[in-house]
């Protein structure tokens, strides 16, 4: 069964440091999302993606974040200067149509920041 | 922002029975909801979806109720079995262009042997 793979599945970077986040959706999916779960919270939406632009991005989303599909099967998170409160599971997820086709997510990114 | 509820953190039950999962919601826009089954270390696993046109959806060992009126969706697993045991997630969309999707606390389901 296709499925989101996501690298790496553990990042520790420096507060300050730039980081990217990678994702390879579902290969014939359009649809493409980020997540992120703090540890303790909710799950999160942070942006979609369709069409090779951003169709919505949360308040969370801001100038720090963006994201790019830079070829036919990636599509990568970059976080320009992380903070502490960066610090969670960044989830990918894919759709080949919006509802009521369901959104199929990745294992996750866990995202330490010292 | 508290749009999708789960009030109860976690819910043990006997295997063989059924586990009932419930969701609240109250931003009337929602018209398509999901479960997602969570196993830790790994990411969200879609289960069953329903539409706000529907009351019922079955799948399996798996049926999704909803009742509009009262702003309510559960989720029943009949019978209930070992690896079910994982965190459960309730979502809601409001069908826009972005199908993003907003999620409850989760709620731990032990099936015990």
């Known amino acids: 069964e296709p499925e989101v793979t996501q690298t790496p599945s553990h990042q520790v970077t420096q507060m300050g440091q730039e980081v990217i986040l990678r994702c390879v959706p579902i290969?014939?999916?359009?649809?493409f999302y980020w997540y992120r779960q703090i540890l303790g919270q909710k799950v999160e939406f942070l942006v979609s993606f369709y069409n090779n632009e951003i169709s919505e991005k949360s308040e969370i989303f801001d100038d720090q974040f963006s994201v790019e599909r830079p070829d036919g099967s990636n599509f990568t998170l970059k976080i320009r200067s992380t903070k502490l409160e960066d610090s969670a599971m960044y989830f990918c997820a894919s759709s080949d149509l919006p509802p009521p086709q369901p959104q199929h997510f990745g294992d996750g990114t866990r995202l330490s920041i010292l | 922002d508290q749009q999708v509820k789960q009030n109860s953190p976690s819910l043990s039950v006997q295997e063989g029975r059924i586990s009932i999962l419930n969701c609240d919601y109250t931003?009337?826009?929602?018209?398509?909801f999901l479960w997602y089954k969570k196993y830790p270390a790994e990411g969200p696993t879609f289960l069953i979806s329903?539409?706000?046109?529907?009351d019922k959806n079955e799948d399996g060992r798996f049926t999704v109720f909803l009742n509009k009126s009262a702003k309510h969706l559960s989720l029943h697993i009949v019978p209930s079995q070992p690896g079910d045991s994982a965190v459960y997630f309730c979502?809601?969309?409001?069908?826009?262009?972005?199908?993003?999707?907003?999620f409850g606390t989760g709620t731990l389901l032990a099936v015990q042997p």
């Open positions: 290969s014939n999916h359009l649809y």
């Open positions: 979502a809601a969309s409001d069908g826009g262009a972005t199908n993003k999707l907003i």
């Open positions: 931003n009337s826009m929602f018209d398509y």
């Open positions: 329903i539409s706000s046109i529907k």
